[in-house]
């Protein structure tokens, strides 16, 4: 069975800083990963999405990620974080249904 | 835009007494879902309709079910709320065909409260 481990539970870091949310996979077959936003009383937002093909994905508000075959690894980053970026992120691999991570609550410190 | 759309908001309903949620999209999406999602967890999901198709999950409570109605619509009715299941309901809709199915859109919530 798929499943999917967010490493972090909580990651601060400081305006304009880089940030990496880490991401691990277990599946025994292909798979589509995804990263989603949720903002405060809000629904998800797809992020960005990894089917095939290049495995550096960009996605939405600058945000990236890169899917690591042998590491099982989905890590999405951000070059410079805005306060805006303050957010849970939810990291999700695709079966019917989808399987989440637990999240990761961002919080940009000004 | 198309989107998925929820109401109400917000919820407010009493211990035991009956409440729908309603969740309706414009993507033209065949695949519908609800979720429940409570303070600082991930969502956790409850059924599906793959077209007309109802899919329970095998520890969603008898408490809940579902109706879709049609392709744009789908309702959640809780029977008897308990306090227990005041959380944040989420609908979400995405494509699916034979070869199973996409990402999935979300709507922005139903926050249910139960007094």
């Known amino acids: 069975a798929q499943s999917v481990t967010q490493l972090d539970s909580q990651v601060p870091v400081f305006e304009e800083a880089p940030v990496e949310l880490r991401c691990n996979y277990s599946s025994s077959v292909s798979v589509y990963l995804f990263w989603y936003v949720q903002y405060p009383n809000q629904g998800l937002q797809l992020l960005l999405k990894y089917l095939s093909g290049s495995t550096l994905v960009k996605g939405i508000n600058g945000f990236e990620a890169e899917f690591n075959k042998s590491q099982t690894s989905f890590h999405l980053r951000k070059p410079s974080v805005h306060i805006s970026d303050t957010a849970e992120y939810f990291c999700?691999?695709?079966?019917?249904?989808?399987?989440f991570g637990k999240g990761t609550r961002l919080s940009v410190i000004a | 835009d198309a989107m998925v759309i929820q109401n109400p908001r917000y919820q407010v309903t009493q211990f035991g007494k009956p409440v729908t949620l309603s969740c309706s999209q414009t993507l033209n999406h065949n695949v519908m879902y609800w979720y429940q999602q409570k303070s600082s967890q991930a969502p956790k999901l409850l059924f599906h309709y793959y077209d007309k198709d109802f899919n329970n999950e095998a520890d969603t409570p008898d408490n809940f079910q579902s109706r879709r109605p049609n392709t744009s619509f789908c309702f959640l009715d809780i029977r008897s709320p308990g306090l227990g299941d005041a959380a944040m309901y989420l609908c979400?809709?995405?494509?699916?065909?034979?070869?199973?199915?996409?990402?999935?859109?979300f709507g922005p919530g139903t926050r249910l409260t139960v007094t």
């Open positions: 999700a691999v695709q079966t019917t249904p989808l399987v």
């Open positions: 979400a809709t995405s494509r699916g065909s034979g070869r199973g199915t996409y990402e999935q859109y």
